[in-house]
C-alpha cells in the first residue's frame, strides 16, 4: 500500500534518486539545496552507495563525468552560482554522451546575488548551459510530489537518449514541507538501453571503449553534432510535458513554472470566481518546450501573461510559441522577492480590462 | 627469438608525437608497467587536454577523456564507483600543475586509490610553447619572451614536494626519461605506482621530466641535455614519499 510522507523537496528529490538506483552523489555545498548533500550523506553509505563532498562544483561534475563514464547512475545538485562553475563540465557530459542528473535549486543573482528564491537561471538552463550546440533535459517541478516524480523520469530520459538531465527548481520548493507518495511518484519505468559504452576496463571481452568529446576532424565533429541534434528532435516529439488548468474557454492564459505556477493557481482560482476566463498553462519541461500546446491555446487565447520570479525570462518562448498571434505580457518579481496572488491577479484584471475596452 | 615488441597494451597507432619529443617513451613505460602487472583487462585511463590529448588512442585499455586539469576528479568518478578498476591519469604540467591544481591536491588529500603519471616538461607544448607554472626562471617561451622573471611571473612549483605533505598521498617520485639509466628508473617508478593502487595504498604519482624540442627550439639531442643540465637542478629527481618503503619513508 502506498503511504505518504511528509518531506522537505530537496530531501525529496534526494530519496526518489536513490530509489531509482542512484547510488552515487558528487556536490559541494551551497544554500538553499544543502538538504541534498546532508540526506545522500547519510542514506547513500547505508545503501551501499556514495556521497562525496567535492573540494569545488567543478570536482564535482566532473566526478560525475566519471562515474556517469564508468556506467552508473550518478548525480550532484547545486544552486546558481555553482550550477555556473559547472558549466565547463556540462559541456563536456552532453559531448560525451553522458547520463547524469544535475539538479538547480536556484537562488538570487548575479554574482553572489541571494540566498531567497528565484527562477533567474531560466535562459541558462534552456538556452546555454554550456559551450557548443547543446541542450539538456530540463524538467521544473512544482511540487514535492514532482520533485520526486520528475527525478525518476530525468533519470530514465537521460539513459534512454545519453544525455544529461536538469532538474531546475528553486530554493522555496526545496525548503517546503508537503507530502510526497514515492510509490506513486515512481511508479512509471521504462525499459532502459545497456550502457555497452561504459568505461568499465574491457575484460579482455570487447574491443576497448572511449568516452571522448574531441572531434578534430570537422567532418566527424559535425557529425556527432547532428547525430546529437536528431536525438533532441526525437526528445522534442515525445518528452514534452505541460499541464493546462482551465485553459479550454480561457481568454487569458497564464504561463508559468515551478514555484510560480503555485502562485498562478490561486490568482486564477480568484479570477474564476470574479467571472474572468483565465486559465493556466504550467510547462513542466522547459526543454523541450511544450510549443504546440501554446499554439493551440492561441487559437482562442487573447492575451498571455507570463510569471516569473524574474526579469521575463520565459517571454520570447512563449512569443515564438505562439507565433507572436497574440499579445504577450509579462509580470514577475526578482531577487528573491514572490508576487502574491493578489498581486497576480490584480495583473489579470488589468488585462481583463484592456480586453473588454478593445471589445468595446 | 624475440627480444623487443610491443606491449600489449600499447596501440599500433604511429604516434603523432613531433621528433624527439619523450611522450612515446613515456607511453612506452606506462603500457609495460600495465602488461607486467597484468590489469590491462581492468585498467581506465583518463587522458588530459593538452600534446597527450589522443592518449586515449594509444592505450589498449578503456580511456575518458577529460576537461583540462580535471582528470583527477573524473578518475574519482570512476574509482569510487567502480574500485575494482585500475585507473590512471596522465596529465602535463599546464593541466596538473596550472588549471587542475585544484583537483589533484584534493585527490592526494582524499587518499584517492589512482595512478597519476604527471609529464613535465616545462611549457605548454600543444598552445605553441607558453609559459607553464614549471617554466625555468629565466627560460624564454612565447608569453615569457624575456625569459620568465620570478618577480613577475612567479616561481615554478614542484608537485612532488608538494604533494608529499599530504597524508593521502602514498608514493611520489620525480624521474627524468632523458639517458636509458634514468628510463629505467622511471620505467620501475611507473610500475610501482601502478602496484600500489593494486594493494590500495592511495595515491601515486611519478613526474616525470620530458623534453619538448620543438618549442625549446633544440635538437632532440640538445633537449635532453638541457633536462639534465638546466631541469633536474630545479626538480631534483628523487623519491620524496613512499608508504611502501621501509619504515614508511618521507623526505
Same mark, same amino acid.
Given at each position: 500500500?502506498?503511504?505518504?510522507?511528509?518531506?522537505?523537496?530537496?530531501?525529496?528529490?534526494?530519496?526518489?534518486?536513490?530509489?531509482?538506483?542512484?547510488?552515487?552523489?558528487?556536490?559541494?555545498?551551497?544554500?538553499?539545496?544543502?538538504?541534498?548533500?546532508?540526506?545522500?550523506?547519510?542514506?547513500?553509505?547505508?545503501?551501499?552507495?556514495?556521497?562525496?563532498?567535492?573540494?569545488?562544483?567543478?570536482?564535482?561534475?566532473?566526478?560525475?563525468?566519471?562515474?556517469?563514464?564508468?556506467?552508473?547512475?550518478?548525480?550532484?545538485?547545486?544552486?546558481?552560482?555553482?550550477?555556473?562553475?559547472?558549466?565547463?563540465?556540462?559541456?563536456?557530459?552532453?559531448?560525451?554522451?553522458?547520463?547524469?542528473?544535475?539538479?538547480?535549486?536556484?537562488?538570487?543573482?548575479?554574482?553572489?546575488?541571494?540566498?531567497?528564491?528565484?527562477?533567474?537561471?531560466?535562459?541558462?538552463?534552456?538556452?546555454?548551459?554550456?559551450?557548443?550546440?547543446?541542450?539538456?533535459?530540463?524538467?521544473?517541478?512544482?511540487?514535492?510530489?514532482?520533485?520526486?516524480?520528475?527525478?525518476?523520469?530525468?533519470?530514465?530520459?537521460?539513459?534512454?537518449?545519453?544525455?544529461?538531465?536538469?532538474?531546475?527548481?528553486?530554493?522555496?520548493?526545496?525548503?517546503?514541507?508537503?507530502?510526497?507518495?514515492?510509490?506513486?511518484?515512481?511508479?512509471?519505468?521504462?525499459?532502459?538501453?545497456?550502457?555497452?559504452?561504459?568505461?568499465?576496463?574491457?575484460?579482455?571481452?570487447?574491443?576497448?571503449?572511449?568516452?571522448?568529446?574531441?572531434?578534430?576532424?570537422?567532418?566527424?565533429?559535425?557529425?556527432?553534432?547532428?547525430?546529437?541534434?536528431?536525438?533532441?528532435?526525437?526528445?522534442?516529439?515525445?518528452?514534452?510535458?505541460?499541464?493546462?488548468?482551465?485553459?479550454?474557454?480561457?481568454?487569458?492564459?497564464?504561463?508559468?513554472?515551478?514555484?510560480?505556477?503555485?502562485?498562478?493557481?490561486?490568482?486564477?482560482?480568484?479570477?474564476?470566481?470574479?467571472?474572468?476566463?483565465?486559465?493556466?498553462?504550467?510547462?513542466?519541461?522547459?526543454?523541450?518546450?511544450?510549443?504546440?500546446?501554446?499554439?493551440?491555446?492561441?487559437?482562442?487565447?487573447?492575451?498571455?501573461?507570463?510569471?516569473?520570479?524574474?526579469?521575463?525570462?520565459?517571454?520570447?518562448?512563449?512569443?515564438?510559441?505562439?507565433?507572436?498571434?497574440?499579445?504577450?505580457?509579462?509580470?514577475?518579481?526578482?531577487?528573491?522577492?514572490?508576487?502574491?496572488?493578489?498581486?497576480?491577479?490584480?495583473?489579470?484584471?488589468?488585462?481583463?480590462?484592456?480586453?473588454?475596452?478593445?471589445?468595446? | 627469438?624475440?627480444?623487443?615488441?610491443?606491449?600489449?597494451?600499447?596501440?599500433?597507432?604511429?604516434?603523432?608525437?613531433?621528433?624527439?619529443?619523450?611522450?612515446?617513451?613515456?607511453?612506452?613505460?606506462?603500457?609495460?608497467?600495465?602488461?607486467?602487472? &597484468?590489469?590491462?583487462?581492468?585498467?581506465?585511463?583518463?587522458?588530459?587536454?593538452?600534446?597527450?590529448?589522443?592518449?586515449?588512442?594509444?592505450?589498449?585499455?578503456?580511456?575518458?577523456?577529460?576537461?583540462?586539469? +580535471?582528470?583527477?576528479?573524473?578518475?574519482?568518478?570512476?574509482?569510487?564507483? +567502480?574500485?575494482?578498476?585500475?585507473?590512471?591519469?596522465?596529465?602535463?604540467?599546464?593541466?596538473?600543475?596550472?588549471?587542475?591544481?585544484? &583537483?589533484?591536491?584534493?585527490?592526494?588529500?582524499?587518499?584517492?586509490?589512482?595512478?597519476?603519471?604527471?609529464?613535465?616538461?616545462?611549457?605548454?607544448?600543444?598552445?605553441?610553447?607558453?609559459?607553464?607554472?614549471?617554466?625555468?626562471?629565466?627560460?624564454?617561451?612565447?608569453?615569457?619572451?624575456?625569459?620568465?622573471?620570478?618577480?613577475?611571473?612567479?616561481?615554478?612549483? +614542484?608537485?612532488?614536494?608538494?604533494?608529499?605533505?599530504?597524508?593521502?598521498?602514498?608514493?611520489?617520485? +620525480?624521474?627524468?626519461?632523458?639517458?636509458?639509466?634514468?628510463?629505467?628508473?622511471?620505467?620501475?617508478?611507473?610500475?610501482?605506482?601502478?602496484?600500489?593502487?593494486? /594493494?590500495?595504498?592511495?595515491?601515486?604519482?611519478?613526474?616525470?621530466?620530458?623534453?619538448?624540442?620543438?618549442?625549446?627550439?633544440?635538437?632532440?639531442? /640538445?633537449?635532453?641535455?638541457?633536462?639534465?643540465?638546466?631541469?633536474?637542478?630545479?626538480?631534483?629527481?628523487?623519491?620524496?614519499?613512499?608508504?611502501?618503503?621501509?619504515?614508511?619513508?618521507?623526505?
Amino acid at each position: 500500500m502506498s503511504q505518504k510522507v511528509l518531506m522537505k523537496g530537496n530531501e525529496a528529490l534526494a530519496e526518489a534518486a536513490l530509489r531509482c538506483g542512484c547510488l552515487y552523489f558528487f556536490g559541494y555545498p551551497i544554500t538553499p539545496q544543502s538538504e541534498v548533500s546532508e540526506y545522500m550523506a547519510k542514506r547513500l553509505p547505508q545503501a551501499g552507495g556514495l556521497c562525496l563532498q567535492a573540494e569545488s562544483e567543478v570536482a564535482a561534475i566532473n566526478m560525475v563525468l566519471g562515474a556517469a563514464a564508468a556506467g552508473v547512475r550518478a548525480m550532484t545538485s547545486s544552486s546558481s552560482p555553482g550550477i555556473s562553475l559547472m558549466s565547463e563540465g556540462i559541456s563536456y557530459l552532453v559531448g560525451s554522451d553522458l547520463p547524469c542528473l544535475i539538479c538547480n535549486i536556484q537562488r538570487g543573482g548575479p554574482g553572489l546575488g541571494g540566498i531567497q528564491p528565484t527562477q533567474q537561471d531560466y535562459l541558462q538552463a534552456t538556452k546555454a548551459p554550456g559551450h557548443g550546440d547543446m541542450h539538456l533535459y530540463v524538467v521544473a517541478p512544482a511540487s514535492v510530489q514532482e520533485m520526486a516524480g520528475l527525478v525518476a523520469r530525468a533519470f530514465d530520459v537521460a539513459d534512454t537518449y545519453r544525455t544529461p538531465a536538469l532538474l531546475l527548481a528553486d530554493g522555496a520548493l526545496g525548503q517546503m514541507m508537503e507530502p510526497v507518495d514515492f510509490d506513486a511518484a515512481l511508479s512509471v519505468r521504462r525499459d532502459l538501453p545497456e550502457k555497452s559504452w561504459a568505461t568499465t576496463g574491457h575484460g579482455g571481452k570487447r574491443k576497448k571503449n572511449i568516452v571522448n568529446s574531441l572531434y578534430l576532424s570537422p567532418e566527424a565533429l559535425e557529425r556527432s553534432v547532428l547525430s546529437r541534434q536528431e536525438r533532441y528532435r526525437e526528445i522534442e516529439r515525445t518528452e514534452v510535458l505541460c499541464e493546462e488548468t482551465d485553459t479550454a474557454d480561457a481568454e487569458i492564459i497564464l504561463v508559468a513554472y515551478g514555484i510560480s505556477a503555485r502562485i498562478c493557481r490561486s490568482a486564477l482560482e480568484a479570477a474564476r470566481a470574479m467571472g474572468i476566463r483565465a486559465g493556466l498553462l504550467r510547462p513542466i519541461t522547459l526543454w523541450p518546450y511544450p510549443r504546440a500546446a501554446l499554439l493551440r491555446a492561441a487559437g482562442h487565447a487573447k492575451h498571455f501573461l507570463v510569471v516569473e520570479l524574474n526579469i521575463g525570462q520565459m517571454v520570447d518562448d512563449v512569443r515564438v510559441a505562439t507565433q507572436c498571434h497574440r499579445p504577450v505580457s509579462f509580470f514577475g518579481r526578482c531577487g528573491g522577492m514572490l508576487p502574491t496572488p493578489e498581486d497576480v491577479l490584480a495583473e489579470i484584471v488589468k488585462i481583463h480590462e484592456s480586453i473588454r475596452e478593445e471589445g468595446a | 627469438m624475440v627480444v623487443f615488441e610491443r606491449p600489449r597494451s600499447l596501440s599500433p597507432l604511429p604516434f603523432h608525437y613531433c621528433p624527439g619529443c619523450t611522450h612515446g617513451t613515456v607511453h612506452r613505460l606506462v603500457a609495460e608497467a600495465i602488461d607486467a602487472l &597484468e590489469i590491462e583487462r581492468r585498467t581506465v585511463g583518463i587522458a588530459p587536454v593538452g600534446c597527450a590529448v589522443l592518449a586515449y588512442d594509444y592505450f589498449e585499455c578503456d580511456m575518458v577523456e577529460a576537461p583540462h586539469g +580535471r582528470a583527477p576528479a573524473v578518475a574519482t568518478g570512476v574509482k569510487r564507483t +567502480r574500485p575494482d578498476c585500475i585507473v590512471f591519469t596522465y596529465q602535463g604540467d599546464g593541466d596538473l600543475a596550472a588549471i587542475g591544481t585544484a &583537483e589533484i591536491v584534493h585527490a592526494g588529500a582524499r587518499g584517492e586509490n589512482i595512478t597519476i603519471i604527471f609529464i613535465n616538461n616545462a611549457v605548454y607544448g600543444m598552445t605553441g610553447g607558453q609559459m607553464a607554472p614549471t617554466t625555468l626562471p629565466g627560460q624564454i617561451t612565447t608569453t615569457s619572451p624575456y625569459g620568465r622573471n620570478v618577480k613577475t611571473q612567479g616561481y615554478p612549483i +614542484r608537485i612532488c614536494e608538494l604533494l608529499s605533505t599530504l597524508d593521502g598521498v602514498a608514493y611520489a617520485e +620525480r624521474v627524468a626519461v632523458s639517458n636509458p639509466k634514468n628510463v629505467l628508473r622511471a620505467k620501475a617508478a611507473i610500475e610501482k605506482a601502478f602496484r600500489y593502487q593494486t /594493494e590500495g595504498r592511495g595515491l601515486s604519482i611519478v613526474e616525470v621530466l620530458s623534453s619538448c624540442p620543438t618549442n625549446w627550439g633544440m635538437t632532440p639531442v /640538445e633537449a635532453l641535455r638541457w633536462v639534465e643540465e638546466a631541469m633536474i637542478p630545479c626538480y631534483p629527481l628523487d623519491v620524496f614519499k613512499d608508504t611502501g618503503a621501509k619504515g614508511g619513508m618521507n623526505k
